[in-house]
Nanobody, 115 residues
Framework: QVQLVESGGGLVQPGGSLRLSCAASGSIFSIGTMGWYRQGPGKQRELVAAISSGGTTNYADSVKGRFTISRDNAKNTVYLQMNSLKPEDTAVYYC?????????WGQGTQVTVSS
């Protein structure tokens, strides 16, 4: 009954920016930790950033200083602002949310960084 819908992916040049959004809907009472993962071609899915219900954030070393995770609890939405993008950031980005006692995943959105 819970759905996470992502948007904001696309093609961008190196050094550019994108903002990803993920909105949760359905049988939601409250949302705990939310996060963003990514999976590049031929690679394992990895954590990019996470944010607790209280706003505490964690980032992968590879994106620190470039990416910012945030959330709007009134909209049940988590965002990922991505700046200074590099070709190695190319991946499918997935959002994740802890709702009650279960984790849910979005469908993923493609981010391609290329000239």
């Amino acid at each position: 009954q819970v759905q996470l819908v992502e948007s904001g992916g696309g093609l961008v040049q190196p050094g550019g920016s994108l903002r990803l959004s993920c909105a949760a809907s359905g049988s939601i009472f409250s949302i705990g930790t939310m996060g963003w993962y990514r999976q590049g071609p031929g690679k394992q899915r990895e954590l990019v950033a996470a944010i607790s219900s209280g706003g505490t954030t964690n980032y992968a070393d590879s994106v620190k200083g470039r990416f910012t995770i945030s959330r709007d609890n009134a909209k049940n939405t988590v965002y990922l602002q991505m700046n200074s993008l590099k070709p190695e950031d190319t991946a499918v980005y997935y959002c994740n949310a802890l709702i009650r006692t279960l984790y849910y995943w979005g469908q993923g959105t493609q981010v391609t960084v290329s000239s």
